[in-house]
């Protein structure tokens, strides 16, 4: 222990440990493994039927009626090949967030990736630090921990040499080393993560409802197929056109393409982000855009630039040495927090006093301090802290902060022994900072009210300089600003009141940004909080999405689902506006898949019941599912989209899906029905009954293709165009089996179809007027992102 301290590893240590296998090697939680998404996109339950299904097919039936196999090696190319893709933006991107580990080995200090840190190795922390391994304290220098993430507990805990220290804590002040007792998967918030008790991934209603669907297919599937196939063997027909029959029918009724769908949706969404250097480590995170109504700002970092530059010095008492006592507290720290550095600039170097005691700043006490060999005491931090209220000081302070600026007090204490009690208290100066606005906030913030999400500024600083600057931007109610201190905590009910009726908060302690997550969220509202500092872990870790800058504190990274890798506060507009596309496309395909789902159920049970033949064959089902669903939604499914997802997910799709195909299916029937009374032969009678299949389904696809955009209805009309090509072409005719009955068969099958349509817009109308309205504006206009629309 005593060598480690001193020196740290040496080379060779490190290379003996890494080949025992003793490193911090851990699974990014960003991506899966390829092995994973092969897996996952190959063997599922769909794949597996329709595999069966297209063997009895090649067994019994016309090769041509198993084109429907092909879905699967569709299905699974196209979801690997975009699942592939994601994972390498996320891991592209997961690598540059890493925050370095500083090490000693060899008798010096290093950066390296966390990855190579091995067991035993000396780690050095400083304020804003993750612990990424386990360890025993050797020496600490005011060193507070928080270990709130791991147990609750939310006041941080003073740590000593030789005292425990665990991975998934982060340092909330002061300095410190200790040596990594356990790495990998041995780590304490490793072992965690494997019993999944913490660092719970992000709730998603899309894919839980998406497997809802599944599950519901699944179980009717099974007795509708039964009925399917015992009325298509009792037929006294041949076993190829019984079984081609009931193999029409199941496979129309599986929603194929809709897991397919949300998978490349989620994958284009990430590999989009990745462009606009955003890291998305939990990918149900991009579902939780879409739904925010909330966003929770820090002003620092977010609203302005992470710098500050000292503006001026005013001293209050010409006895006192303000300026070296300002150099001194400046030059205290190797690495200097940013006001610190702003400090330095003007006084770059240290006037040599000699330090006895000093007291790391914190987001709780909002001051730091040293006490020097002759000189005393000297804190610098928050005048409306520091400075007793009334005093001309006070006053002089507050008029400052009103300005916007960030004003700090210089004041000479009598000791700094008890830190909760420093006794008398002597202002020598007022500190002025000057903050820089970001020059994009603006128009970020009138994004955000455009789309009706609600801005909260939440800030450690005086609230007459959070005011100020939330006033220029323009946001609403940011005049009246709230201190923090003087709320109700004990009072949730209170808090939540009055969260809701005001905007902008100033004075704000890191346990109370953790309180003001819960009072909005107990509210109804969809929270998402910004951050960079360690003043900001527990209420980003809280927030249903976590939103971290990517020069902040490793410890913000780590928490947050989204990383801005830029820290491009403009960009953030973009991020909501990703997971906005990405969920109200998923249900608009979810209902172009179910309608297929309803019409096939519907039309398995009549012809299960009327025991007539199945209306059509499966390569009629590929043909009409390619041009009226397939093709289709993987354009729609990329589509740009500003609609603010709304929870119920599932009813909303099932009010338009199970009426749309109820009203195909009866079509459908009747249209066979009539063709099958006639002289009409099998095969033109299913042809009649795919004719009103595709104008019925059509019809469907063009109202869920709305709003129209000239690429929209250009699709729109290929897919007709592509159709009547199969039913002019006499090669196309030949291959999908259709034989046109003459023409008046021909316009009743497509007059059918046109009534079922009248019937749909109907059903359309009334689903549409149960639900909001689409919110107004768009990042940029909808009908200008034509590259944007058609990929990735």
């Known amino acids: 222990m005593e060598q480690v301290t001193d020196r740290g590893l040496t080379s060779a240590e490190v290379t003996e440990r890494v080949a025992a296998g003793q490193v911090n090697d851990v699974r990014r939680r960003s991506s899966r493994s390829v092995s994973a998404i092969v897996r996952a996109n190959v063997l599922t339950l769909f794949n597996g039927v329709i595999g069966a299904l297209w063997v009895l097919i090649m067994i019994f039936g016309e090769w041509q009626d198993g084109l429907f ?78 270990e709130s993430l791991l147990t609750g507990e939310a006041d941080p805990v003073h740590k000593r040499p030789g005292d425990e220290v665990l991975s998934g804590s982060f340092v909330a002040a002061g300095r410190g080393r200790y040596v990594a007792t356990r790495v990998g998967r041995d780590a304490y918030a490793a072992r965690l993560a494997e019993e999944a008790s913490a660092f719970s991934l992000s709730h998603s209603e899309l894919r839980e409802g998406v497997t809802r669907f599944i599950k519901y297919v699944t179980w009717v599937v099974i007795p509708i197929g039964a009925l399917l196939t015992w009325s298509q063997v009792s037929r006294q027909t041949s076993v190829g056109e019984a079984v081609t029959g009931t193999v029409a029918g199941i496979v129309t009724m599986i929603p194929e393409g809709l897991v397919l769908m949300t998978s490349i949706a989620f994958a284009v969404g990430v590999i989009r ?98 006490e020097f060999d ?48 420093l006794g008398t208290v002597e202002a020598a100066a007022i500190v002025v900072l000057k903050q820089r606005i970001r020059p994009d906030a603006a128009d970020t913030l009138a994004y955000f009210a455009g ?80 951050g960079d500092g360690v003043n900001d872990v527990l209420a980003l870790k809280d927030a249903d999405l976590g939103v971290a800058m990517g020069s902040g504190s490793g410890a913000t990274r780590a928490v947050a689902q989204i990383v801005l890798m830029d820290d491009g506060f403009a960009s953030l507009p973009s991020v909501v506006g990703e997971g906005r596309r990405v969920l109200a496309n998923i249900e608009r395909v979810a209902g172009l898949f179910l309608t297929k789902t309803f019409y096939a159920i519907v039309l398995s049970l009549l012809t299960g019941v009327i025991g007539l033949a199945f209306p059509f064959a499966p390569r009629h089902s590929t043909l009409v599912n390619a ?8 354009f729609l499914a990329l589509a740009p989209s500003n609609e603010r997802a709304r929870s119920g997910f599932v009813p909303r799709v099932l009010r338009l899906a199970v009426p749309a195909g109820i009203v195909c ?77 003459g023409p008046a068969a021909g316009l009743t099958a497509a007059g059918l179809g046109v009534a079922a349509g009248v019937v749909l817009t109907g059903v359309f109308m009334i689903v549409r007027s149960r639900r909001t309205e689409p919110i107004p504006g768009d990042i940029q206009s909808v009908q200008d992102r034509p590259a944007d629309t058609l990929g990735a």
């Open 69 to 146: 196999g092909l879905v699967i090696v569709a299905n699974a190319g196209i979801g690997i090949v975009q699942e592939l893709r994601a994972k390498r933006t996320l891991d592209r991107l997961a690598i540059v967030n890493e925050s370095p580990v500083k090490v000693r080995r060899d008798g010096s200090d290093a950066e390296i990736p966390p990855r190579q840190v091995v067991l035993g190795d000396l780690v050095l922390l400083s304020p804003g630090d993750q612990l990424l391994v386990d360890g025993e304290v050797a020496d600490a220098d005011g060193l507070e921990v928080d």
């Open 273 to 370: 982000l990745g462009r606009r250097r955003c890291l998305v480590q939990e990918l149900p995170a991009i579902e939780i855009l879409a739904r925010v109504d909330t966003l929770c700002l820090d002003k620092t970092g977010t609203l302005t630039s992470g710098g500050m530059e000292l503006d001026e010095v005013r001293p209050l008492r010409e006895d006192l040495p303000v300026d070296e006592a300002l150099a001194a507290l400046a030059n205290l720290d190797p690495d200097p927090n940013p006001t610190a550095r702003a400090v330095q600039v003007r006084y770059p170097e240290s006037p040599g006093w000699t330090t006895t005691a000093k007291v790391p700043f914190s987001s709780a006490r909002k001051w730091s301090g040293a």
């Open 374 to 421: 002759d000189h005393g005491g000297w804190v610098l931090g928050a005048p409306d802290v520091l400075l007793p209220p009334g005093t001309p000081e006070y006053d002089d302070a507050w008029a400052l902060a009103a300005t916007g600026l960030r004003v700090l007090a210089l004041c000479r204490v009598a000791s700094l022994r008890d830190p909760d009690d």
């Open 451 to 530: 789309q009706r999400v609600t801005v909260k500024v939440i800030s450690g600083d005086n609230p007459e300089s959070v005011s100020a600057i939330a006033t220029s931007l323009g946001i609403p109610g940011g005049e009246r600003a709230v201190d923090a201190r003087t709320l109700p905590e004990d009072d949730p009910e209170k808090l939540a009141e009055i969260m809701e009726a005001n905007t902008v908060f100033g004075r704000v302690s890191p346990h109370q940004k953790r309180l003001f997550v819960g009072a909005l969220q107990s509210r109804g509202h969809t929270v998402a909080m910004t």
């Open 627 to 634: 041009l009226t669903i397939g093709i289709p939604a993987f």
């Open 665 to 741: 299916a009866a079509a459908v029937y009747l249209s066979y029905w009539i063709a099958q009374s006639g002289s009409a032969t099998l095969e033109e009678s299913r042809t009649s009954a795919v004719i009103t299949l595709f104008v019925a389904a059509w019809w469907v696809l063009v109202l869920v293709a709305r709003p129209y955009v000239w690429w929209r209805v250009v699709l729109v009309a290929s897919m007709a165009g592509l159709f009547a090509l199969a039913l002019a072409v006499p090669f196309a005719r030949e291959f999908f089996a259709l034989t046109l009955g």
